[in-house]
């Protein structure tokens, strides 16, 4: 949104309104989400929750950056399924639960509600669009470098494993999830510098979660969820850190 709109949409004024808006768009947004089977009941519960929070913090930027993440990650999901089928990798038909949302849109509601009640810092809608574009990033890099195929190296060491190995990353899959990171950051800037914090972020959490899953996880310390957790908390808190200092 641009300045004008942001202020009007903040506004005392404009709180009735600006609550029936984001539940209508939340609501419809979760039953798409589960139509398309993207994601289980619940999970489409939780995604509606999350959807919500950032309408109410952000408006429209929000969602749009929000529906690019689904748009994204499902697509990235379906490309190549028979090949990731074979593989053993493929996400299961019926779409993430809500473990798997609140893993990953988690931090960006946690984002929006800090937003909402404790104090409109732009830098925590900085954190916010940041946490998304990892998420977005992890997904589709993922998925991606098992559809596309490649050698598959573990981050921690180079050494060559099998796809789908916690940690392992490819070159299509990287340049892939780099880009996502870029095109959330650019569906939910409020400015080309925070476009570049966020995306910069983005990519930063999405190795992060590479090493994470490379040692914690492979180790079975943290599980999938938790790593994919703390891979966007670590962006948000980069992008944070970085919108404070510059």
């Not at 929000?66 to 999901?77: D, H, P, R």
């Not at 996502?180 to 400015?191: D, E, K």
């Not at 999405?206 to 310390?221: N, Q």
Request: overall charge positive; charged content about 10%.
């Amino acid at each position: 949104m641009n300045n004008l709109a942001e202020i009007a949409w903040l506004a005392p004024a404009a709180w009735p309104a600006k609550l029936w808006i984001s539940t209508l768009i939340s609501l419809i947004f979760a039953a798409f989400g589960r139509a398309v089977r993207g994601v289980t009941t619940s999970g489409a519960v939780a995604g509606g929750a999350v959807c919500f929070a950032l309408m109410v913090a952000a408006g429209l930027t929000g969602f749009a950056a929000l529906l690019t993440v689904f748009a994204l990650t499902w697509l990235a999901t379906r490309f190549g399924y028979a090949h990731k089928q074979s593989l053993g990798t493929a996400e299961r038909g019926s779409g993430r639960t809500v473990a798997q949302v609140l893993a990953n849109l988690g931090v960006p509601a946690i984002c929006a509600l800090l937003y909402i009640l404790v104090r409109q810092d732009f830098r925590l809608r900085i954190a916010l669009i940041a946490a998304l574009a990892e998420a977005a990033a992890d997904t589709v890099s993922s998925e991606i470098g098992q559809a596309v195929g490649g050698l598959p190296r573990l981050v921690t060491n180079w050494n060559s494993v099998s796809a789908g190995t916690d940690g392992a990353i490819t070159f299509a899959g990287t340049a892939a999830g780099v880009a996502t990171a870029i095109v959330v950051s650019l569906v939910g800037r409020v400015g080309w510098r925070s476009t570049a914090i966020c995306a910069t972020a983005g990519v930063i959490g999405m190795m992060a979660d590479s090493f994470l899953g490379a040692t914690v996880e492979h180790r079975g310390i943290l599980g999938n969820n938790a790593v994919n957790f703390s891979s966007t908390a670590i962006a948000a808190l980069t992008a944070f850190i970085i919108a404070l200092l510059v």
